[in-house]
Structures are given as structure tokens and as C-alpha cells.
């Protein structure tokens, strides 16, 4: 929807993605998955709330339905992974790491979560931008907006009552594997969501 004819429905799924990015980011240090990971450093256990919780619940779904392999507290991997370097990781390095990662490591319930050993880290950037187009749609919809594209940096979701029929162009500015250039593709879309990674660099929809 044109935020300038909706001013207010646009400033209320801003204030909302604002509120989850300094509720959740780990870039913040006074955001409460900052002190979530404080505890976390020490391995003992914090109160949580019902919004925190349905995260968790979420990110377990994730973990089981990958196989194991979507793991929010795979995070530390960061501090081996440079990714602007053209070199590997030390394998002492990434196995030292491994030792404090692994979601069967952490307990939950609707209240607390409990972190088994010290030195662990959690971080929602996987599941946190999702659930913000998702909240910025359920906005959207309680607001008697009848069709609305949110996009949170390549999370893109169609909104509306005949969002099942939405049918458009969507171009991607993609670099391709071992490429310099990138370069425009366009597809045809009938769907709800698309998340993109970070090798595409612009969206386009029309």
C-alpha cells in the first residue's frame, strides 16, 4: 500500500519493526537478546515473555523440521566464518566453537529459558525479520488494508484478501556464484512470501 495515502497504518508497522529490532538485535547492547546472551555467557537462566517464548517455540520448530541443521545458537560460528576474508577457518578454531553451540544445550518453557553450559550465544537473526513481515501483514490486515507488499530487506510478503491470486513479475539482482557483475532475472510469482539471501542485492516488483 502507498504509505503516503495510509500515513498512519505505514507509521504503525514501522514503530512495530523498530520495536522487534531493538527488542532482538544482537547489534544492540541494550536489547533484551543482549541480555538474554549475558546470561547466556554465563550459562544460567533468565525470565522470558510470551513473545520471546513463541520465538523459541518457533526456532525448535526450525531445528526439528532441518534435520538439527537450523540451529539459532550456531551464531559463535561467526567468529571463525570471515566472510570478507578469501581464506578457511581454523579447524581448532571451529571445533573449540562447536563445543559451545547446539540447541539441545538450552531449556525453555513459557517463562524461563536455562542455558546448560557457559559461553553460549543465541541470536534470532534467522526468524526475528520473518516474524516482523508477519506482524507488519496482521497490522495491515487489522487495519482494513486490502493489499499491501511488505518488504523487510529481501523478505518480501504479499497482503490482502485475494493475496492467494496475486500474480506479478518479481526481479532479482543476483550475483551469481564466481561472477563480478550482477544481473537482473524475472519470474513470474504466484505466492505468498519470498525470502531472498544476502547474494541478491535488489528487488523489484511489478
Not at 570478507?84 to 553451540?101: G, H, M
Not at 526475528?128 to 508477519?134: G, H
Not at 513470474?188 to 523489484?204: A, D, P
Amino acid at each position: 500500500f502507498p504509505s503516503h495515502d495510509n500515513p498512519a497504518v505505514a507509521a504503525a508497522v514501522i514503530d512495530d519493526v523498530r520495536r522487534l529490532e531493538k527488542r532482538y538485535s544482537r547489534y544492540q547492547p541494550d536489547s533484551f537478546l543482549s541480555q538474554i546472551n549475558r546470561v547466556a555467557a554465563l550459562g544460567g537462566e533468565i525470565e522470558i515473555d510470551p513473545e520471546t517464548a513463541a520465538l523459541l517455540n518457533y526456532a525448535n520448530q526450525c531445528y526439528q523440521d532441518s534435520d538439527q541443521l537450523f540451529d539459532i545458537s550456531s551464531g559463535l560460528l561467526r567468529k571463525a566464518w570471515k566472510f570478507n576474508q578469501n581464506t578457511l577457518p581454523d579447524s581448532e578454531l571451529i571445533t573449540s566453537l562447536l563445543q559451545r553451540v547446539g540447541w539441545d544445550k538450552i531449556v525453555w518453557n513459557r517463562e524461563r529459558i536455562r542455558f546448560l553450559i557457559p559461553g553460549m550465544e543465541l541470536d534470532f537473526g534467522g526468524i526475528v525479520k520473518e516474524y516482523a513481515v508477519d506482524r507488519a501483514a496482521t497490522l495491515c490486515h487489522a487495519r482494513h488494508i486490502e493489499h499491501a507488499v511488505i518488504n523487510l530487506g529481501g523478505d518480501v510478503k504479499w497482503s490482502g484478501r485475494d493475496r492467494m491470486a496475486v500474480l506479478g513479475r518479481l526481479g532479482l539482482n543476483i550475483l551469481q556464484p564466481g561472477a563480478s557483475i550482477m544481473r537482473w532475472r524475472f519470474i513470474r510469482v504466484r505466492l505468498l512470501v519470498v525470502v531472498t539471501m544476502n547474494v541478491i542485492s535488489r528487488l523489484s516488483l511489478s
